[in-house]
């Protein structure tokens, strides 16, 4: 199927790795030309020469920490005519009210919640004066789903879901879509990593963190490519229609 993607201009942040990385590679085979921010430039180099080995496209790359004052602003005035944003950037730990401190929820917010909210802001203009543009919002199921030992996320993600939805309603009016997507748990290192802690707290054994993932729907974890490519469809003109929704990725889990 064609997407009609070939030519755009992509700007995924959080690009480098994971879902972000995904995402990407989804675009790039699609002919779209990907732009990676994310802040380690090592780890940027690395997923652009993937993207060429595994495509032919060229993808273009940006370090910069998105959880800094400015930045956002700084983005924008470098990568002025992108067609398509992708808000993936930002990672928020897990615990209770009394696990996270004021200052790491804080940090936390910034790069994700307000990275999302800021970056979105110097964005939505250039689109709204070209009258056509799409924003996507890689946002998380805690928001849908709230869980008290996910809480600082939760908070975020739910904050973000009603961004999304309010911002949505009213953008298609300048010709630019607004959509969300809620990954559940997906396959990456990170979520690995919080697996295995996990397992060392039930099991006393971090080895078994596979073992927790087979109550997940489907018995597994979901898989990067699943979200990039319903990223990348709800992204294209195929998908014209879609704004103002946020779209739950967690195989039925919410409703079981």
Known sequence: ?????????????????????????????????????????????????????????EAQSIALDLGESGSA????????????????AGAIPGGSLLDISEERWRQAWELKLFGYINLTREVLPL???????????????????????????????????????ALGASSQA????????????TKSERMEGMLRAQ?????SDPERWMEL???MPFG?????QELA???TFCCSDLCGYLSGSVINVDGGQMFA
Not at 174 to 185: A, L
Not at 199 to 203: G, H, Y
């Open 229 to 231: 490519d319903l990223t």
């Open 199 to 203: 397992a060392a707290q039930k099991f």
């Open 73 to 88: 602003k700084a983005l924008a005035q470098k990568c002025h005519d992108v067609d398509i944003l992708v808000n993936n």
């Open 1 to 57: 199927m064609d997407l009609k993607l070939k030519g755009k201009r992509v700007m995924v942040t959080g690009g480098s790795k994971g879902i972000g990385l995904a995402i990407a590679l989804s675009f790039a085979k699609e002919g779209a030309t990907p732009i990676l921010v994310s802040r380690t430039a090592a780890s940027l180099e690395e997923a652009t020469q993937r993207i060429l080995t595994q495509t032919g496209v």
């Open 220 to 224: 597994r974890m979901a898989e990067p």
């Open 127 to 165: 689109m709204q004066e070209k009258k056509k543009g799409v924003i996507a919002n890689i946002i998380g199921m805690a928001g849908a789903a709230p869980r008290s030992a996910y809480i600082c996320g939760s908070a975020a993600n739910a904050a973000l879901i009603a961004f999304t939805q």
């Open 174 to 185: 300048h010709g630019v879509r607004v959509f969300g997507v809620n990954p559940s748990p």
């Open 213 to 215: 993932t087979t109550q």
